[in-house]
């Protein structure tokens, strides 16, 4: 009986304490306050369920967005290091309210620091104020929410605005120009933000019309002192800042600035890394309408290849952005010979899509045959079958030329060092895998036999490749043809 008593206790002694941790656990989550609006996850499986009951809550996520609690500018450390009547506006500035005040205010204080007895010495010490002064105009969004001329306008009436629209108004080789300029180098060490405001005003304002170029200026007077560093660094930050401001600037952007935008893919990434469908669209558009070019021949491919590291759809944003322009494709057929295909799926999908709607030249038949065979990569086996049916006679051609010159051209050791004669190789087994690989494809199909017919007709017969040195693959050849 001893025995039986402590056997049931041990068993209830079990149970209790593994129901004590479920309790608690239930207890707490009852309580906690999640970051979901208390409601519960729930697979696709249990929305039925739910929804018989009547109790489906919604589940989703909030962004979480910056709060910013707003403190008294103090600029206690710098105003006493200014001559009496540059501190009195610095003063007026920090205990004015109203946007009006303060542009009178910043004009005033322009127009001390042109005057010929400005001290020059007291310029860091200015922009350290204003840098303080004016940090609440750096948060928040700075293009309108509705773009209109009106809205435009408003939104570059702003105290800092001040200083650019005094350097629209003068002529670059004027002292004051350079002065300005100056305080806004001291500014942009304080305030890096400064820079891509300064191309927001230069494309949103009336009164700097026509001055963009006016930034390569101050590019130039910054601690970086070059274009390419400063536009880049600015277009970063707006792009982490405002993503609506970094697609309203990209067409000014790449017409004012080619040599900067252009020769890479540097400002392309910044700008597919963020977008979304809307925004990639929007830009198509510009493109189609001449407001935007993005890509030109020289570099185009050298871009396209650097894409190819990007995320999925930073490299379908990029393709598509890339055939909206009007450059042909045989200026980037080349990239073939660096695609992979397990890789790089995404750039062979957009150029089998491309290559499709095109009629072969023998330079892309060439290059599609340059890839390396393997039994589970379709690509060069698909669009050779889709030419074969639309364009036969032309493919036909392409491949007797080019059995032809591979056939007759003298076979030279290749240095292993040169990367672009490795990728340029094209041998006759490897054109011959592909065509035995759209042989078995076509096989037993009408198209077989009227593609082979006509490929047989070009090639004027076997005898024509009768001196064929490519060992068992000739076989191959007489099969297709």
Not at 11 to 31: A, I, W, Y
Not at 43 to 48: A, I
Not at 243 to 255: E, G, K
Not at 420 to 439: G, I, P, Y
């Amino acid at each position: 009986n001893k025995i039986i008593q402590i056997v049931n206790f041990c068993s209830s002694r079990t149970k209790m304490e593994e129901s004590l941790p479920l309790e608690m656990d239930n207890h707490v989550l009852d309580k906690e306050d999640g970051c979901y609006d208390n409601t519960d996850a729930t697979f696709s499986d249990d929305e039925e369920e739910l929804n018989n009951k009547g109790k489906k809550r919604e589940f989703r996520f909030h962004q979480l967005k910056e709060t910013y609690i707003e403190e008294p500018a103090d600029i206690t450390p710098f105003v006493d290091q200014l001559d009496e009547t540059l501190k009195e506006r610095v003063l007026q500035l920090q205990k004015g309210s109203d946007t009006e005040t303060h542009c009178e205010v910043m004009q005033e204080i322009v127009d001390l620091i042109l005057e010929e007895d400005f001290e020059s010495e007291q310029m860091s010490t200015l922009a350290s104020c204003l840098a303080e002064l004016f940090k609440g105009h750096f948060r928040g969004d700075v293009l309108p929410e509705e773009i209109t001329e009106e809205s435009l306008e408003e939104s570059v009436c702003k105290p800092v605005c001040l200083i650019f629209r005094n350097l629209c108004q003068m002529q670059e080789d004027n002292s004051s120009f350079s002065v300005l300029l100056d305080l806004l180098a001291e500014l942009y060490q304080k305030q890096p933000k400064i820079g891509y405001h300064l191309l927001y005003y230069l494309k949103a304002s009336k009164a700097a019309a026509g001055k963009m170029s006016l930034y390569e200026s101050f590019a130039q007077a910054t601690a970086l002192g070059d274009l390419h560093t400063c536009l880049m660094m600015d277009m970063k930050a707006c792009q982490e800042d405002d993503v609506r401001l970094l697609c309203y600037l990209t067409p000014s952007i790449y017409s004012e600035f080619p040599d900067e935008t252009l020769r890479s893919g540097e400002l392309l990434n910044m700008i597919v890394a963020v977008i979304d469908s809307a925004q990639l669209q929007e830009l198509m558009c510009h493109v189609m309408m001449g407001n935007l070019v993005m890509f030109r021949k020289d570099s185009v491919l050298n871009i396209l290849i650097q894409s190819l590291d990007w995320e999925t759809f930073e490299q379908y944003s990029t393709w598509q952005l890339f055939l909206v322009h009007s450059i042909p494709l045989e200026t980037i057929i080349p990239i073939l010979q660096h695609l992979k295909y397990k890789e790089h799926p995404e750039a062979l999908s957009c150029l089998l899509l491309q290559l499709r709607r095109e009629k072969p030249s023998e330079e892309m038949v060439k290059m599609v045959l340059s890839r390396p065979y393997h039994l589970e990569d379709q690509f060069t086996t698909s669009i050779l079958r889709h030419w074969a049916a639309k364009h036969d006679d032309l493919l036909g051609e392409h491949i007797k030329a080019l059995l032809i010159k591979n056939n007759s051209m003298p076979r030279k050791r290749q240095s292993l060092r040169s990367s672009s004669s490795k990728l340029a190789q094209l041998t006759l087994e490897q054109m011959l895998e592909h065509l035995d690989s759209l042989r078995l494809n076509l096989s037993n199909t009408k198209n077989n036999c009227e593609f082979n017919i006509k490929l047989l007709h070009h090639s004027g017969g076997h005898n024509s490749f009768s001196g064929l040195k490519c060992s068992g693959a000739w076989e191959t050849c007489l099969c297709l043809l």
